[in-house]
């Protein structure tokens, strides 16, 4: 008779014991999930600034891509184009901007956004020029897809031939329905890239610097030394010491090697797709004309010839004979 009243009443005192221990249990469940909810929030907005592009219900596609990743996807049916009795999953290219940050580069934006150098290049800069240069706050056009734009000169047809990508693929890429509106545009062809010199050139890899030394003078209006007018000068001047080497800047064949009151001792070298290189102020000429050159050959040494105020190399990059600004196409300027 005395057992029974005395598990009651240690019930009884134990009970507020109970009651504290499940709400302190209750609590901690609670703080585990908001921590939980915090830290996957974190985690979400950090992937999400990771990415150019990203749908309005990232947050439930990112927590539930776990659970379907074993899942294959299915491909869009509008996007499916038949080729030779397969079919194609065909994305029409979409562009987006990105806005350039402290710190970015093309080649880093390029390995970011899972994409080429080229494809990233190619849109942003022409020919290579200014691949090394960007400048933060710089919109840079970021497409869904690889691939570079290529000009349609006869058929579209024979275009594709020659770059192996199916005509039906280009055309609903680019949105076209008819192959004949194609010839003499420019269009995007995915999963192309350039090859060969015109790869070096749109990836800013093609030219090397031609000396040792400091760049006394960029391209562009400066005060002439002689006349103190604003004049347009057309290359870059790189300032070093008498008899310091010159490299060619890239492969080519020499064809011209001359003299006169303005360049003094001068190389000029022809370069592949419509380039060529201009070396002036020369002491000494190591080449001749018709010699063909790779990239790095000595080919002469600084010197103080023709109008200078003192030893330097005049170098010009010319595209189709218009001198351009080699800056950007230069991977080190020092």
């Keep these: 008779m005395t057992l029974f009243p005395t598990c009651i009443n240690l019930g009884f005192r134990m009970s507020p014991w109970n009651s504290a221990a499940r709400r302190l249990i209750l609590f901690g469940f609670i703080t585990a999930a908001l921590l939980m909810i915090v830290w996957e929030g974190a985690r979400l907005s950090a992937e999400r600034k990771r990415f150019l592009y990203y749908p309005k219900n990232w947050a439930s596609l990112a927590l539930f891509s776990r659970q379907n990743a074993a899942e294959p996807a299915a491909e869009p049916e509008s996007y499916e184009v038949s080729i030779g009795g397969g079919s194609l999953g065909v994305l029409p290219l979409d562009i987006k901007r990105y806005t350039v940050r402290p710190g970015d580069t093309l080649s880093g934006l390029a390995e970011d956004f899972g994409m080429d150098l080229d494809t990233i290049a190619s849109l942003n800069r022409e020919w290579g020029s200014g691949v090394h240069l960007i400048t933060v706050g710089e ?31 280009v055309l609903r890429v680019n949105s076209l329905s008819d192959p004949e509106s194609a010839a003499g545009r420019s269009l995007f062809f995915p999963g192309v890239q350039h090859t060969g010199i015109e790869r070096s050139v749109a990836t800013g890899t093609a030219f090397l610097r031609p000396c040792r030394g400091y760049v006394s003078s960029g391209f562009g209006y400066r005060r002439d030394p002689f006349t103190n007018l604003m004049k347009f000068h057309r290359g870059i001047d790189f300032a070093a010491s008498p008899g310091t080497p010159v490299r060619a800047a890239m492969d080519g064949r020499v064809s011209v090697v001359g003299s006169n009151a303005v360049f003094g001792n001068y190389i000029l070298i022809s370069h592949a797709v419509g380039y060529s290189s201009l070396y002036g102020h020369l002491q000494k000429v190591l080449v001749r004309r018709g010699q063909y050159v790779y990239r790095g050959t000595r080919i002469g040494f600084i010197g103080n010839t023709g109008r200078s105020t003192g030893p330097h190399l005049h170098f010009e990059v010319r595209k189709n004979g218009v001198p351009i600004n080699s800056v950007g196409l230069i991977s080190r300027i020092y």
Excluded at 142 to 167: F, H, M, R
């Design 139 to 169: 919109e840079l056009k970021i497409p869904n897809q690889d691939g570079i734009y290529v000009d349609v000169e006869e058929s579209l047809e024979a275009t594709c031939g020659e770059k192996g990508v199916p005509v039906e693929v």
